[in-house]
């Protein structure tokens, strides 16, 4: 009863910590020039499950300093032909 009581409060955790996220999640409509527009979606879902991040974004960059870090990881590198 120990474990199914653990596992229980585990669940509890992990909803109310999708549910905070979801909250800071955005769709298209409700991105701004303050709003981290990474996309947290798959290609194939469809256009009402897209999600962006929505944290607040660097001024001057369109992401949050998190998604930045990721954007200027994976683009921008020196010679690359993008
Ligand atoms: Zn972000």
């Known amino acids: 009863m120990h474990e199914a009581a653990e596992l229980d409060e ?3 955790q992990r909803a109310r910590i999708e ?5 800071t999640l955005v769709d298209f409509m ?3 020039d303050r ?4 996309p947290l979606f798959e290609g194939h879902e469809p256009f009402y499950e897209k999600l962006y991040c929505g944290a607040r974004s660097i001024p001057g960059s369109p992401y949050c300093p998190a998604h930045a ?3 200027y990881g ?7 032909a993008d």
């Open 30 to 32: 409700e991105l701004n």
């Open 35 to 38: 709003t981290c527009r990474w």
């Open 10 to 12: 585990w669940g509890r």
């Open 74 to 80: 994976v683009r921008g590198r020196p010679g690359s």
């Open 69 to 71: 870090g990721q954007a």
């Open 19 to 23: 549910d905070e996220r979801r909250s």
